[in-house]
Nanobody, 122 residues
Framework: QVHLVESGGGLAQAGGSLRLSCAAS????????MGWFRQARGQRRELIAD???????HYADSVKGRFTISRDSSQDTVYLQMDSLIPEDTADYYC????????????????WGQGTQVTVSS
């Protein structure tokens, strides 16, 4: 079992920055990939960034060049640095973990945090 806790959401002005953190605990060794998702009101949840255990990263086009995902293995924490924020970034942001087992069987992310809200004003 893996437990994820996000922090760092809040209110920012357009052009500003926020950093989200996701602290993982439990069976960390079962994790293949960590991802950040977001869900805006009335929209589907979307994967915006992920990072593998070997630090390979991927970004959605909507955030590429503005957001940076990173991890601190010593603290079992994953970060999402969000720069050049725009009002369209307003959403609930979720941290998620993909287990090695799910990855190898083409499954979905197994573990989810409770979410943190980000609001960007114009």
């Amino acid at each position: 079992q893996v437990h994820l806790v996000e922090s760092g959401g809040g209110l920012a002005q357009a052009g500003g920055s926020l950093r989200l953190s996701c602290a993982a605990s439990g069976s960390i060794d079962l994790i293949s990939t960590m991802g950040w998702f977001r869900q805006a009101r009335g929209q589907r949840r979307e994967l915006i960034a992920d990072i593998t255990s070997t630090d390979i990263t991927h970004y959605a086009d909507s955030v590429k060049g503005r957001f940076t995902i990173s991890r601190d293995s010593s603290q079992d924490t994953v970060y999402l640095q969000m720069d050049s924020l725009i009002p369209e970034d307003t959403a609930d942001y979720y941290c998620a973990a993909l287990s090695i087992l799910s990855r190898d069987h083409g499954g979905e992310y197994d573990y989810w945090g409770q979410g943190t809200q980000v609001t960007v004003s114009s």
